[in-house]
């Protein structure tokens, strides 16, 4: 009933930026809360932001300071500004959005960091 899907993700230089983007499908939905995880090769799969519909908003400490998450409600949309990336950030990285109490994934968006 609700399709998420990720954009944004790709090769990057340490030191560089990136900025990802999560749609979820349909007319304006009430998304009480929006979430990106990534998981690297062999490791688990961990929470790296998230943002509440009344603007609270949590990082992992690896990311503080780097990472920026947003979202725009009107356009059922969040963003994950990535700058200063760093080679230990490469995963692929999920939105989850919940809705009504149940949660929607999307497919994952590849970033790697690499010289």
């Known amino acids: 009933q609700v399709r998420v899907l990720e954009s944004g993700g790709g090769l990057v230089q340490p030191g560089g930026s990136l900025r990802l983007s999560c749609v979820a499908s349909?007319?304006?939905?009430?998304?009480?809360?929006m979430a990106w995880y990534r998981q690297g090769l062999g490791k688990e799969r961990e929470l790296v932001a998230s943002?509440?519909?009344?603007?609270?908003?949590n990082y992992a400490d690896s990311v503080k300071g780097r990472f920026t998450i947003s979202r725009d409600n009107a356009k059922n949309t969040a963003y994950l500004q990535m700058n200063n990336l760093k080679p230990e950030d490469t995963a692929v990285y999920s939105c989850?959005?919940?809705?009504?109490?149940?949660?929607?994934w999307g497919q994952g968006t590849q970033v790697t960091v690499s010289s």
């Open positions: 989850r959005m919940t809705v009504a109490a149940y949660n929607y």
């Open positions: 349909g007319s304006r939905l009430s998304i009480a809360h």
């Open positions: 943002i509440l519909a009344g603007g609270h908003i």
